[in-house]
């Protein structure tokens, strides 16, 4: 963690910072346009959202709270990373065994997807994992400046036809939002299978100053070693092969 908690950390905006979201009041939430639930739950899937979700549930922040990140989780961690529309969690949960010492942050709407990620952290003992259980943008503001040193955005939804591109969660507000929080030299990784969405993330994510490629790939054997396979794509490698895209947040200009 390069920063922690203060509060006054020249966080961009107290307001969701949203591509799509309604302008205006303070309290305006941006509009999530996915899908919160699939088929229903089974009992035991039930039984981890009633018992284990609270446990681990980060709560909708104010807009103008700052979240303490390394009081979240129950011992020190080395560094916190974020992991947003975690799907199933199989990602997730494989970065938070393999690194006991990092904290790891999953945000995710669909109710089944969250359930299958505590299904994960309870059969592996996870103790390092924390969930967003709604809209990550609303979650982003709260987060201090330069706390976090990865963002994972992988096989976002590609929201393919123009008339939803505003919905693409790579966009400007999303990117300066993530180029707050993430420290000097931070990860953002980001990968998708639709040759729209790596267009337009190509665009965006090239144009936006805090972030230096360092490198978009087809080549998966070139990905460094710790970068697991989602669920997504796993069920796409037999289709269209992804793109994968690694940034880094580039340091910032020290004042006059
Ligand atoms: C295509 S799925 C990919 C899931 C996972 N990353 C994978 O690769 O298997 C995209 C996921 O992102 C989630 N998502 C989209 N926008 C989100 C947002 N603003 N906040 C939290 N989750 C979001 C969706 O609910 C969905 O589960």
Redesign the pocket.
């Known amino acids: 963690m390069s920063k922690s908690h203060d509060g006054k950390d020249g966080a961009a905006s107290a307001r969701p910072r949203?591509c799509d979201g309604e302008e205006g009041a303070a309290s305006a939430r941006?509009r999530?346009h996915?899908?919160?639930s699939g088929k229903a739950l089974r009992r035991n899937a039930l039984g981890l959202i009633d018992n284990l979700l609270p446990r681990l549930a980060i709560a909708v922040p104010e807009p103008t709270d700052r979240l303490d990140l390394l009081s979240l989780f129950p011992r020190p961690v080395r560094e916190v990373w974020l992991?947003?529309?975690?799907?199933?969690g199989?990602?997730l949960a494989h970065l938070a065994e393999a690194h006991p010492d990092i904290g790891l942050i999953g945000?995710?709407?669909?109710r089944n997807?969250i359930a299958s990620l505590l299904g994960h952290v309870q059969t592996r003992g996870l103790d390092n994992v924390r969930i967003?259980p709604?809209?990550?943008?609303l979650l982003l503001p709260a987060l201090p400046e330069s706390a976090l040193t990865r963002v994972?955005?992988?096989?976002?939804?590609?929201w393919p036809k123009t008339r939803h591109a505003e919905r693409r969660?790579v966009c400007p507000d999303n990117l300066d939002a993530i180029a707050h929080i993430l420290s000097d030299g931070g990860e953002l990784r980001v990968?998708s299978d639709d040759p729209i969405y790596v267009d337009w993330a190509t665009k965006h994510l090239d144009a936006h100053p805090a972030f230096e490629k360092v490198l978009a790939t087809t080549q998966r054997e070139t990905l460094p070693a710790d970068w697991p396979a989602?669920?997504?794509?796993?069920?796409c490698l037999a289709g269209r092969a992804p793109t994968f895209f690694l940034y880094r947040r580039r340091l910032r200009q020290l004042p006059m």
């Open positions: 949203s941006p999530f996915g899908r919160r992991e947003v529309g975690f799907g199933g199989e990602h945000g995710e709407v669909f997807g967003f709604e809209d990550v943008r994972f955005v992988l096989f976002p939804d590609p969660f990968a989602t669920r997504y794509e796993q069920k």
